[in-house]
């Protein structure tokens, strides 16, 4: 569940704000200069009508005033045009380097940005968010202008006669107060507004995610209850809105009338005594207008406050802190891993607790356990796809902590049940990496992987797009698997990278993966004996603790470590040949 905006996530949220402000640089100068321009034009069109029109009502030359008002009209469109172009240009470059700077960060936290927001939620952000939140700089800009018509229009009646000026500033104050109450309220409104699209957002991303299940158990009218469940609250955040809008712009439209009324009737008292021309009442009417415009900076405001909140919910995801990277090396080593006292919660729950654990370079443990025990979680935090909460994890001695970040990810290769598979091609996707592997490296990948047959059928063969590329949940594995043989590395993590292999072929590769390799240790995370049987070790992890370490056969005499795989069942010796393990042992229905 997303919390509220904390100090941290504010100053995150300035921090993102200048950031967004400096990256428009010379876009943001050029529109700041354009809109002053704009306004010091529109401020000086009433003054200069005005006088235009006392040397029309005398009768004297004014052709080149004419002239220079139509000129100055001219001016006014063009300016106008300008500033509607660099607002396009500034805001979409603004937008894009959010998009950027929110994606690199998503993908620096890993798996955690997902936990903690949803994958519908971050897309909601990254997609929408980023959008509003790139308009800031534009709508702040617009904001200065229309802010610098009202100060422009009080000093131009100042500077026409000092009574006109102290007639408006006589109900300004009541003006400024309902504009800052409009901002302060906008704001709240549209973050509301903002949170329940990213409620509704991660709910629709869960479900297409599981689309084959909802529509196999009949759900889909539950389910589409559940994803339209903040739907009433979207409702009232956004009428909220609406009605906070149309009540500034009735207060507004009420006080600034009355200002206006105040200051022509002066003007007009003025004009019967002789000190103002009807040019300058002219002029003095068009400057009421200009320093009563809150028409404009209500709609100024409402950008800004959207764009406000947008780069709060941003803000968000930025305060989380990535994890940092050393500087070290690791010096020659065939990957001894060790885990020290190693804790981790999650959801407010302790997943691991205190794991104590050594492989010993070159071998390969298999780690077992129940569902939920966490042996997905201790996969993540033994290649540093996740950090411990307590404790350190040491690759041939150096903690990874202290790794570069191009060193630690060419050490530790990675395979998942459920592999993502990047890339325009396939071989594009089994070359994926920190350091893209070579076309004989991807090729003699697959071939371990046993995925160089079915690739070779494809249409085009390693150059099918991967995305045209028809392939089962197992093709799938045997692809995230290939991958990880072309990164090499000296530590190799199998995240149940073969539940989705038949048996002939998780075999093969089972063979092929555990064949004597003193240069690179496995870690496998098992949930077949066969596997678990083939290991040189095996890991029992038992509600986050190491229950016991052993050989298969050994763990094998408990029954709570046969009832992991399924319940008791006839134990029959199998070969793991070419692993250089003892005799290992599976079940038999």
């Not at 030359?61 to 004419?66: D, G, L, N, T």
């Not at 519908?120 to 952000?125: F, K, N, S, T, W």
């Not at 990164?487 to 002939?504: M, N, P, W």
């Not at 066969?530 to 029954?559: F, S």
Request: aromatic letters at 4%; glycine letters at 12%.
């Amino acid at each position: 569940m997303n919390s509220r905006p904390d100090s941290a996530t504010s100053a995150s949220g300035r921090a993102v704000s200048r950031a967004v402000l400096r990256q428009g640089g010379a876009r943001c100068a050029a529109l700041c200069a354009v809109s002053t321009t704009a306004t010091a034009a529109g401020l000086a069109l009433p003054a200069l009508l005005g006088h235009t029109l006392d040397l029309l009502l005398t009768h004297a030359p004014a052709a080149r005033w004419v002239a220079g008002c139509a000129g100055l009209v001219l001016l006014l469109a063009l300016l106008d045009g300008c500033a509607g172009v660099l607002t396009g240009t500034c805001d979409a470059e603004a937008t894009a380097w959010l998009r950027r700077r929110l994606t690199g960060h998503v993908l620096a936290l890993g798996p955690r940005a997902t936990a903690r927001f949803g994958a519908g939620d971050l897309v909601a952000r990254l997609v929408g968010n980023a959008t509003q939140a790139g308009t800031a700089p534009g709508a702040l800009a617009a904001l200065l202008a229309a802010f610098a018509g009202p100060v422009g229009g009080v000093v131009a009646l100042g500077l026409i006669d000092p009574c006109l000026a102290a007639v408006f500033l006589a109900g300004a104050p009541l003006l400024a107060l309902l504009l800052r109450a409009f901002a302060r309220d906008t704001t709240a409104c549209v973050a509301d507004y903002q949170r329940a699209q990213g409620r509704i957002a991660r709910a629709l991303a869960e479900a297409v995610g599981g689309s084959r299940t909802i529509r196999a158990a009949g759900a889909e009218d539950r389910e589409t209850a559940r994803i339209l469940a903040p739907l009433p609250e979207l409702s009232h955040a956004g009428h909220r809105m609406w009605r906070v809008q149309g009540r500034a712009a009735a207060q507004a439209v009420t006080v600034a009338p009355l200002l206006n009324l105040g200051v022509l009737a002066v003007a007009g008292l003025l004009l019967a005594r002789h000190r103002l021309s009807v040019g300058e009442v002219l002029a003095a009417s068009r400057y009421a207008v200009l320093a009563t415009g809150v028409g404009a900076l209500v709609g100024r405001l409402a950008a800004l406050g959207r764009a406000r909140a947008a780069t709060g919910r941003l803000a968000e995801v930025l305060a989380e802190p990535a994890p940092g990277h050393g500087n070290g090396q690791l010096p020659s080593g065939n990957g001894q891993l060790e885990l020290r006292s190693v804790t981790a919660f999650r959801g407010g729950r302790t997943v691991l607790d205190g794991v104590d654990l050594t492989i010993p370079g070159g071998t390969t443990l298999a780690v077992v356990g129940r569902s939920g025990a966490g042996k997905s979680l201790l996969a993540q935090i033994a290649g540093r796809l996740a950090d411990p909460d307590a404790g350190e994890v040491l690759l041939d001695g150096v903690r990874l902590r202290d790794l570069t970040h191009g060193e630690l990810r060419r050490a530790v290769a990675y395979a998942f049940e459920r592999p993502a598979l990047p890339g325009t091609t396939v071989e594009d996707t089994i070359a994926f990496g920190c350091t893209p592997a070579t076309p004989a490296a991807v090729r003699a990948a697959a071939r371990r992987a046993h995925a160089d047959d079915f690739v070779r059928r494809l249409p085009d063969g390693y150059a099918t797009r991967t995305a045209d590329a028809p392939r089962s949940g197992g093709e799938s594995q045997r692809l995230g698997l290939a991958r990880a043989f072309a990164q090499g590395g000296r530590l190799l993590i199998l995240d149940d990278a073969l539940s989705s292999l038949d048996t002939v072929t998780e075999h093969r590769i089972t063979e092929t993966l555990l064949t004597a390799d003193p240069d690179r240790t496995r870690l496998l995370i098992a949930h077949r004996a066969t596997t678990a049987a083939r290991a040189d070790r095996v890991a029992w992890l038992d509600a986050g603790r190491v229950r016991a370490v052993g050989t298969h056969r050994e763990l094998w005499r408990e029954a709570e470590y046969r009832a992991v795989f399924g319940g008791e069942g006839e134990v029959r010796d199998v070969s793991a040949a070419g692993s250089g393990s003892e005799v290992g042992t599976e079940v038999r229905g």
